[in-house]
């Protein structure tokens, strides 16, 4: 196998790392190459940090591993590759009936992905994480044999693996159990919440299937933490969505693209557009779940520069506190890009490192610069002191300490790594820069 | 009714992504290489994408006894057979230079096994009133050049194979698309340093289907590559055989 040398970038193009890249096309190539030289599987690279990244070592590029190996349509347990794309399944299969249970903001996303950080969707609070739909895993080690685990077979691996940022091997396919999809379309509800506290009720009150709130970040004093809450159920219509070409991004933008005024002027017309008494829309699935893939290379937007996306989730006991100081910084601040979201958690997670907790979740985007990275460090600062967490499939700004002191599971599951890969080959630039694999 | 598509080393990347593409459109797949686990998956990764059928046959183009299982299986279905070409091999200059039998392989890979298998197929073609042979040459194949002479000579010799084909089968509805590809981001390309213009093996398998719907001729994929091969083709000779392009 050659390998090639390149430059391993985050979806928020802050953290790169130069690393030889290997690419296998069969299972037996896989096998082949960490025989010769274990080193860390990585997917579609569309983590914002360092999780995909591993600088001055090597990597493995599972994309290429993306064949659908069966399908059982009784049941709808879909066995695929690791390098099988979400929209790959979800095109695949909704015309057949089913759908991936729970799929993340973009479809680019692969299996061994979502696995790997027990990824959630807009359905979390009713449906759970991705490796709740997980019935096994085919996971190969470093010296290249593959072994196929379940939650039964091997409850501690398991654990471990799930959301375990590839540290227990690769990948190489696993099952999934899909939920029926009625339909291609989707029947999304907008409604305006006109600030923080209406905004978590409604959020709270919601019963849809899925549910998700886009917040204005810009909005200060009276409007502080106003947004639309989106609810969507699929439908039964048979009707053939319609959906734009994607476009793409050919160049780094220029700076006022995300300027603060551009922002706050954006906003405030992003929220005016839905009615004050709300409006019902269909959309097509991938409009809907994937509403940024039409773009395709959006995070040129934010030039060369890249930027940072920090995400949170906050226990109900000190969200709504906790929200407003992190609003108030971040209206303050004025640093915001208009891509935020405020969504309810449920208590599903799956794997020992998994982000999930009952609670709220609030994901914004800010362009890099010295100003933004003090600002989320302290937004961090503040999640840890909540009982809160960062999702490390965002993050590149936390310490050590803070990821200590929110995944309290952390020493459990070194131990299951430790044994899995005795010899540190699946490091990456965020189990180093976390120091997740150092005993505390 | 669906058709039938014989696909001549499905365990390439461009091979695989051709499959899926004609599984999409509900084809009847024979799918051929050596890897027999791996076919088996594909063949399964085809069904899953809507093929009608997926045959997986072992077949190695050094082994003209691996031919007929897949004449035989193509024939078990009713209706047009067509057949897409992916095998061939590129051993290094430096190589052949060094061991002339390295430069008989790439021959029998890329000119002589796929000729010999073709030629077995044609009068089956033939009797069936149509069908469409879809034959991966290589832009190599235009000129001959310092670096992967013996591998453009074969593919040079395939695209005159396939002209002869295109002749002969057009007599009884057939077609033939000779396909000279640029650099594909496949397995063989991986890692090469002075690759440029890199396409998707699934770009090129949408070329292919689009060559085979609209009955081209020739097909250089990504369409580019004609312009560049026109003007490689158009240097004089004493100065061409100074260059090291
Ligand atoms: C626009 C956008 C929206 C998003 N929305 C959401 C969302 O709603 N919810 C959510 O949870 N996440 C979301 N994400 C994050 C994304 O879902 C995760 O980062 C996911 O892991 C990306 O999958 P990937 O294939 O790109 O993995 P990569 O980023 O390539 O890798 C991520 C991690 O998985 C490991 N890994 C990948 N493949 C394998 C394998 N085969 N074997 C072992 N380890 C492997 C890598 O080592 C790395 O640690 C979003 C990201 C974007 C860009």
Known sequence: MRWKTAELTGWGRVLTGKAELARPEKPAALSQILKKSPAPAIGAQRSYGDAAVNGNGRAIDMTRLDRFISFDPETGILHAEAGCSITDMLDTFAPQGWMPAVMPGTGFATLGGCIAHDVHGKNHHKAGTFGQHVVAVDLMGADGSTKTITPESDPALFKATIGGLGQTGAIVSAKIKMIPCSSRLIQVDERRAANLVEFMEMLKASNATYCVGWIDGTANGQSLGRGILEEAELTSSNMAPKRRKPRKVPFNAPKFALSPPTVRLFNRMYFNRIPKQGRGVLRSLKDFFFPLDKIHDWNKLYGKRGFHQFQCVLPDETAERTLRDMLRLIADAGLASPLAVLKRTGAGRAGLLSFPMEGFTLALDFPNSEKSRALVAQLNALAAEAGGRIYFAKDSLATAAQARQMYPELAEWQKTVEAADPEGAFKTDLIRRLKLRTPA | ?245
């Open chain 2, 1 to 245: 009714m669906s058709q039938t598509w014989i696909i001549l080393g499905a365990g390439s990347a461009m091979g695989r992504a051709f499959a899926r593409k004609a599984a999409t459109q509900g084809a009847h797949l024979v799918l051929a290489a050596r890897d027999q686990d791996d076919l088996d998956r594909t063949a399964a990764d085809c069904l899953a994408r809507g093929a009608a059928s997926a045959a997986a046959v072992l077949f190695d183009v050094r082994k003209p006894e691996s031919f007929a299982p897949i004449y035989d299986a193509a024939k078990a279905n009713d209706g047009i057979i067509n057949t897409a070409v992916f095998v061939g091999s590129m051993a290094p200059q430096d190589d052949v230079d060094a061991d002339p039998n390295v430069g008989d392989l790439t021959i029998q890979d890329s000119f002589t096994g796929p000729v010999n298998f073709l030629h077995g197929l044609a009068p089956i073609m033939e009797a069936r009133k149509g069908g469409t042979v879809l034959g991966i040459g290589s832009v190599a194949g235009d000129r001959g050049r310092i670096g992967n002479y013996i591998y453009g000579a074969a593919k040079a010799g395939f695209h005159t194979y396939l002209s002869g084909l295109r002749n002969r089968l057009n007599r009884s509805g057939g077609h033939v698309v000779t396909v000279k590809p640029g650099f594909v981001d496949t397995a063989m390309t991986w890692g090469i340093e002075g690759m440029f213009l890199v396409a998707s093996p699934e770009q090129i398998a949408q070329d292919l289907w689009t060559a085979h719907e609209k009955r081209k001729n020739t097909l250089y994929t990504p369409f580019f590559w004609r312009y560049i091969m026109a003007i490689i083709k158009s240097i004089p000779e004493p100065i061409f055989k100074k260059l090291s392009v």
